[in-house]
């Protein structure tokens, strides 16, 4: 049972485009949403995240939007450069019991994103 | 180190053996995770520890998989008669846990593959 979906194995933009990568998820126990980008033969690393309780979040070129209605978030990075080209990968969290932290991270397959010069 | 630091950080090792990765967490974070990353998928939940105490471990397989984090710091995943099918990059993340960041720091990953 995939909890998270990420439908698009690749995408590929040119260079200064816009780059709009989709996640759907299904369990709506989830409340806190991320992005993790990865480089071949590094681990994950960190580029924004979103709660629950709001519909935007930016951070320089990247922002990820959330559509609770529809269970679907987006992250778009504008403008796209070819430092961009890795794998993306969206993740899904709920708070723990007791409200104070969050445990595991439910990951979709990812996303290969190539951005051509 | 100032990252997650992960060792080995390819292991290769026969069909039935028993194996231990290591993993050093970002010092201060009292959260810690293992995934387990197979080709063309996402990584997959196996446990997270705050502080010494496994707090979920619903995401471990089976009873060959066993992890431990005796002092609150370093974490050893132990995974006994190994099979083919537990050929996987293996990922260790940290965070502050609770009530701090929620993000997770990953390590590079551990490279197994049974033969």
């Known amino acids: 049972d995939q909890q998270v979906k990420q439908n698009s194995p690749s995408l590929s933009v040119q260079e200064g485009r816009i780059s709009i990568l989709n996640c759907d998820y299904t369990n709506s126990m989830f409340d806190y949403f991320l992005w993790y980008k990865k480089y071949p033969a590094e681990g994950p690393t960190f580029l924004i995240s979103i709660s629950s309780i709001k519909d935007k979040n930016e951070d320089g070129r990247f922002t990820v939007f959330l559509n609770k209605s529809a269970k679907h978030l987006s992250l778009h990075i504008v403008p796209s450069q070819p430092g961009d080209s890795a794998v993306y990968f969206c993740?899904?969290?709920?708070?723990?019991?007791?409200?104070?932290?969050?445990?595991?991270?439910?990951f979709g397959q990812g996303t290969i994103l190539t951005v051509h010069p | 180190g100032a990252g997650v630091s992960q060792t080995p950080s390819n292991k290769v090792t026969e069909k039935g053996k028993y194996v231990e990765l290591r993993c050093d967490p970002i010092?201060?974070?009292?959260?810690l995770y293992w995934y387990r990353q197979s080709l063309g998928q996402g990584p997959e939940f196996l446990i997270y520890f705050q502080g010494t105490g496994a707090a979920d471990d619903s995401g471990l397989p089976n009873d060959r998989f066993f992890a431990v984090r005796p002092e609150g710091s370093v974490s050893t995943l132990k995974i006994q008669r190994t099979e083919r099918g537990d050929s996987a990059v293996y990922l260790c993340a940290s965070s502050f846990g609770q009530g701090g960041s929620t993000e997770a720091f990953f390590g590079q990953g551990t490279r197994l593959t049974v033969v």
């Open positions: 993740a899904a969290s709920t708070r723990n019991a007791g409200g104070t932290s969050y445990g595991k991270l439910t």
């Open positions: 010092s201060g974070h009292t959260a």
